[in-house]
């Protein structure tokens, strides 16, 4: 069994969709939620699915061992990135080379990097006219948005299109691939 690690930001919905997937998998199970908002929604959301969750602080995660001593405690397997907003440290990096991915609700190597999350992207995307949008997996770096892209799926962009619709196209997009990816590198 491998063990899976999420580090979510946010409201964690897509950490939730991933802890639901592997709930009764043979293959892999979600060991633990990190994060470093302790007002972010995907607390109460892994809490409600029996999953530990860790908090931790910037000098926590730049300037200590702290995290990856907690993952091995974990024996982690993979580190997802679902909706975490700050740059993986080197030291990180290096510990899971080529095993820390991240999902981007774009198609990178458009629209990526730093401060490039959420609906700035919609709003982005939609601004500039682009045909199509998607969401992108890719391996972590120390780049944001940088590293080897895994999977890209991509959809029209309606003429009518707005962010908060583009939004939502693209979170089903996430909540149907994320999960079956992971699955596919575990």
């Known amino acids: 069994m491998k063990n899976i690690a999420i580090f979510a930001s ?23 939620v990190l994060t470093n908002n302790t007002r972010a929604g995907v ?3 892994a809490h409600s699915l029996f999953t530990d969750v860790h ?17 091995a405690q974990y024996n982690i397997d993979l580190v997802v990135l679902a909706g975490f907003l700050w740059l993986v440290p080197q ?21 990526g990097g730093k ?7 919609h709003e982005t995307v939609i601004a500039a006219n682009e045909p199509k949008s998607g969401i992108t997996i890719h391996k972590v770096n120390s780049v944001y948005d ?30 149907k691939h994320f999960p079956e990816v992971i699955e596919s590198l575990l």
Not at 95 to 104: L, M, P
């Open 55 to 71: 908090i931790f602080n910037r000098d926590d995660f730049y300037n200590s061992e702290k995290i990856i001593n907690l993952l």
């Open 91 to 111: 030291n990180l990096i290096d510990k899971f080379e080529n095993r820390i991915i991240n999902i981007h609700p774009a198609l990178l190597p458009k629209y």
């Open 146 to 175: 940088d590293g080897q892209i895994i999977f890209q799926e991509s959809f029209n962009i309606d003429e009518n299109e707005t962010p908060d619709s583009l939004a939502t196209k693209i979170h089903k997009l996430e909540y």
């Open 10 to 32: 946010g409201s964690g919905t897509n950490a939730e969709n991933i802890i639901n997937y592997f709930e009764d998998s043979s293959i892999a199970n979600v060991s633990v």
């Open 115 to 121: 401060g490039m999350y959420g609906m700035k992207v």
């Open 43 to 45: 607390i109460e959301r």
